[in-house]
């Protein structure tokens, strides 16, 4: 019945490390989106995709990677894991539209790095 | 570039008492407006919207008017509850081109009983 979930909800690694987010709707929207939440609840966008394609990449280090097989889902890869990654990731989706459409969202993936 | 002004926090209220958060906004054209609310340890949650001028959102005894000349979408309850204890953060999108939502740094309510 969740709209859009995320796995894992807790993830806690060393810095060098490489780990995955994954994130899948049942909503049959076409546009998915990533997140981050900072530790003082700043959000900010990092990636937007639209049927498979990317549409949104904001200044993100190149280690973070997202992938979308297909448009139900979208994973976040983030290699070489630093602490300033530590934050809550969130995945969204929505109808591929201009303007006043709902995003969706999960409920978040808190990744700690130490 | 598109930008969301929302009072600083944390804001602390009795139960039954009005609450305004104010949130401004900087954008070409006609964005589309929000209110998302943030529960402790979940996810974001559409509260209300606004897509166009003197527009009025409403939700649980939420409301907000997208003011196009004062470039406003203030977020009001007359009577606050506990349970509406969380952060809320103003957003927009724009009218034309992607869909990424701008979100404004968000206020943390708590209501005390």
């Known amino acids: 019945d969740t709209a859009v979930s995320q796995t894992p909800k807790y993830l806690v690694t060393q810095m060098g490390n490489d780990k995955s987010i994954k994130c899948e709707q049942n909503?049959?929207?076409?546009?998915m989106y990533w997140y981050k939440q900072d530790s003082k609840k700043f959000l900010k966008i990092m990636f937007s995709?639209?049927?498979?394609?990317?549409?949104i990449n904001e200044t993100v280090p190149n280690r973070f990677s997202p992938k979308s097989p297909d448009k139900a889902h979208l994973n976040l890869h983030i290699n070489s894991l630093e602490l300033g990654d530590s934050a809550v990731y969130f995945c969204?989706?929505?109808?591929?539209?201009?303007?006043?459409?709902?995003?969706?969202f999960g409920p978040g993936t808190r990744l700690t790095v130490l | 570039g598109n930008s969301v002004t929302q009072m600083e926090g944390p804001v602390t209220l009795s139960e039954e008492a009005f609450l305004t958060i104010n949130c401004t906004y900087t954008a070409t054209g006609y964005p589309s407006l929000f209110w998302y609310v943030q529960y402790p340890g979940e996810g974001l949650q559409l509260l209300l919207k606004?897509?166009?001028?003197?527009d009025k959102g409403s939700n649980k005894g939420f409301e907000a008017t997208y003011r196009k000349e004062t470039t406003s979408f203030h977020l009001e309850k007359g009577s606050v509850q506990v349970s509406d204890s969380a952060v809320y953060f103003c957003a927009l999108t724009p009218y034309f081109g992607n869909e990424k939502l701008t979100f404004g740094t968000g206020t943390r309510l708590t209501i005390i009983p």
């Open positions: 606004a897509t166009k001028a003197d």
């Open positions: 995709y639209n049927n498979k394609e990317l549409i």
């Open positions: 909503l049959g929207h076409d546009t």
């Open positions: 969204a989706s929505s109808r591929r539209t201009s303007g006043g459409y709902e995003q969706f």
